[in-house]
Each structure stands twice: as C-alpha cells, then as structure tokens.
C-alpha cells in the first residue's frame, strides 16, 4: 500500500494496519545490548534500596518485574467478538501489574531517576558501588537529595512514576501534566509532596514547558521523554527478564516459532526502548508492532513519512483526542522514530469504541482491570490474520502461522481507583 493510501486512512479515523517495508532487522543506534546489561546490573544494585523502601517487591527481591501468562479465555471471546481465529498462542505481559506504580513507566520512569540519584551520591562520595544500596533510605541521603528538584512531564503515567520514585529518595518533584491527565492521579502525587502543574494544552506542549522551566534551575534534573536515552534503557531491560520468563515457561524463540510483541504507543520511549530490547535478544525471530488511537497515531506517521518529531497528528487534521490518556501524543519522539524506522514490523491504530470493547472482553474472560491505553494491542492478533499487508508479510517471512507466541503488553491498569474502573466497565457495556 503506498503512503498517500495509509494516510487517508489515517484522516478517516478508519483503524488501519501498515507494514514498515524499510525493516533490516539491523540496529542504526549507537546502544547495543551491552548497554542493556549495563542498565540491569543497575537496578540489580538498587534491589537492595527498593525491597526496603517498597515492601512489596520483597517477594520478587527487590526486581519490578510483571508477570507473562497465557490468556485462552480471552483468546476465545476475541475470535468470538471478531470472527477471526487467532492462530498460535496467546499471552498477556502484566505490566499494568508492576509494582510500586502499576504502569509500564515503572521500567524506565523509575530507572531514570535511580541512575540520576546514584550519579549523584557517586560525585559527592556518598557511595561506592559495591555498598548494601539500602543506604538510599537513609536521612543522610534524603538530606542530600532534598537539595535538587526532579522535573518531567507527562500525560500522567511517567509523572506518577517519577513523582513516587523521586520522592521517596528525598527530592523535589515537579510534573507537568497535560490536559489528559486523570486528576486521581494528580491527587495521588500531591499527597505525596509532588508539585503538579496543569496545563489546558496537550502532552508535547506540557513536555516543552517543563524542558523550558528546567533549564533554568541548575539543580533541576530534567527526565525528557522525547530524547532520555537513560529512559529508553531502562524500558529495554524488559527484554532480558521476557527471555527468562519465555525459558521458563518452555516457549521457544526461533526461526520456526517467531515471537509477535504488540506494544501500545504514546510518544515512542517505552514500546521503542521494548522493541530495541526484544530485536537486540531474539534478532529476525521477533516481529514488533506498535498500537496506537485512530486520533492519536503520531508514530505511525512519523514513521511513514520519515519526518518523525517534525510531523504532527495535527498537521493531517487528526485531533489527538481520545479516551487512552496514555496514548494521546500528537507528535512522537524523532530518538525513537530513528532507533526503530529499520527494526520495526508496524504500526496500527484502533478506535476508542474499540479500546473499551476489549477492556469488557479482558474483564469478562479472565478478570483482568486494564485502563483504555493498556488495550491498544489487542487489536494487533486480530489484524495480523485480516489485514492484506500483515498477510503479505506472514508469507513473505515464510511463517507458519500455527507457531507465532504473541505477545500483548498491558501497559496499565493496577492503580486505577474502583471508582474510575467501574465507569469503564460502564461505557464499554453501552457499546
Ligand atoms: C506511557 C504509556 C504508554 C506508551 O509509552 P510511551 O513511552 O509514551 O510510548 C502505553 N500505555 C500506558 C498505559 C502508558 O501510560
């Protein structure tokens, strides 16, 4: 399909697959897996600081890791409700159940500013990096981390994360929130010290402010979604603890039995630094696609374009307003853009209705509670058997469909209150 076609599409707000015929399989970015191992063994270091200040990672040693389980119930109402089988097996990765803040921001969110406070305790002889990292709770940590401010900005997710994080260490937290920031979450970091600041504009704008607002402070450490290299990482480790949960469960990852990963997308870093992570372990054998809102598919035009950063949902007349608050990004990270234009499978876009049609299916089938975002890949299982490019991509790749492991990753969903559960359960029953 030629690119006038998919943005059409795309204009029509119809959901719409597009296969990336520049993929090489081969990386154009200076990281490489050394650089994820160097990121694991850091927050190996931390688990020590982390089983003490988050009691609840003590059973898993101080490790944010979610589980991966299989999801045959929801398998069958998803053939059911599309009239589509879904070949080979299907499983869920519960990152809406990460500890300490219930998103799969906990991965980069947090690894940013562990790596930004251990920096810091190393300049100012605080620490060696063979001590018991539980020193991080100590007063005279806190004392020193209290002296410097942690800025980010976010459509509420990455801010929950970094909020939770930074002040538990003992700094100042500043978040920029955009419009789309649910204000549960804004309450919940101001109950914890947090600074929030609220803008009428979207997710890029709010980002901008922030950036701006930081650099004016030299004890001000900014976490920058669109460009953090540190962020992108600590998304990537996910890569190294799949291989392990994959190993242990017996599924195999090779030529015959390809991995197919589909990753809600909001600005890029999260499923990009996945994505990175996944090619950098499994090579050809796995195939990524990134899932974004009909309103909001700022990657999937950046990347069709190649104007990346430069190009917004906005310049097509597409309004960037949808229910995945996570998602609502109208123009996505040029970093991302670039370190995936030659790994990537895809991209695709669902409708909201739809969003809110899985989240019941998921509930009903196997009790599962997502946030709309969290939703976006269930479609991609669906669509790699109907649409016409997957189709051609399957044969191409002379892939036995009977063999494909896919992968949904769940995004979020274990901090959203009863309250706000409940009134998505209700708009997906008016459907
Ligand atoms: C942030 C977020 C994403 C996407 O991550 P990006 O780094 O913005 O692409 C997906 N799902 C949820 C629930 C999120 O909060």
Not at 226 to 242: I, P
Request: aromatic content about 10%.
């Amino acid at each position: 399909m030629n690119n006038e076609k998919i943005i059409k599409d795309l204009k029509s707000l119809n959901e719409t697959f597009w296969i990336n015929d520049k993929i090489q399989n081969n990386q154009n970015i200076e990281l490489s897996i050394k650089d994820i191992k160097e990121a694991e063994r850091r927050l190996k270091r931390f688990s020590d600081y982390i089983k003490v200040a988050f009691p609840e990672t003590e059973k898993n040693g101080g490790i944010i890791e979610s589980d991966l389980i299989k999801i045959d119930l929801m398998k069958k109402s998803i053939e059911k409700f599309t009239d589509q089988e879904i070949y080979g097996e299907l499983y869920l990765k519960c990152d809406n159940a990460l500890p300490i803040s219930g998103s799969i921001k906990a991965r980069g969110g947090i690894y940013e500013v562990l790596k930004f406070a251990e920096d810091l305790a190393i300049d100012k002889n605080f620490l060696d990096k063979n001590m018991d990292y539980s020193v991080f709770n100590t007063e005279k940590f806190k004392k020193l981390f209290s002296k410097y401010t942690i800025a980010v900005g976010s459509t509420g997710n990455l801010g929950l994360s970094i909020g939770i994080i930074g002040s538990k260490l003992g700094f100042k937290v500043v978040v920029h929130m955009s419009a789309d920031a649910k204000k549960w979450k804004k309450d919940l970091l101001r109950s914890k010290g947090v600074k929030v600041k609220e803008y009428k504009s979207d997710y890029s704008k709010a980002v901008e402010k922030g950036r701006k607002e930081a650099k004016k402070d030299k004890k001000t450490y900014f976490v920058d979604d669109e460009n953090s290299k540190t962020l992108f990482l600590g998304y990537s480790v996910a890569a190294l603890r799949l291989k392990r949960q994959l190993k242990e469960k017996k599924i195999k990852v090779d030529k015959e039995n390809p991995l197919f990963v589909y990753l809600p997308c909001g600005v890029g870093g999260a499923p990009g630094g996945i994505g990175f992570g996944l090619k950098s372990v499994f090579k050809e054998n796995v195939h990524f696609f990134f899932a974004e809102p009909t309103h909001s598919p700022s990657m999937l035009l950046g990347l069709l374009t190649g104007k990346h950063e430069k190009i917004s949902v906005n310049d097509i007349g597409i309004n960037n307003i949808t229910k995945a608050d996570g998602l609502a990004v109208s123009r996505p990270s040029g970093f991302v853009g670039s370190v995936v234009e030659n790994i990537i499978s895809g991209c695709f876009t669902i409708s909201d209705e739809n969003l809110f049609r899985f989240l019941k299916l998921l509930k009903d089938s196997e009790n599962i509670d997502l946030e709309p975002s969290a939703l976006a890949g269930f479609l991609g299982p669906v669509k790699i058997f109907s649409s016409k490019s997957a189709k051609e991509y399957i044969e191409k790749n002379l892939i036995d469909i009977s063999k494909i492991n896919h992968i949904v990753w769940a995004t979020g969903g274990s901090m959203v209150p009863k309250k706000e559960r409940k009134k998505y359960y209700q708009i997906a029953s008016k459907l």
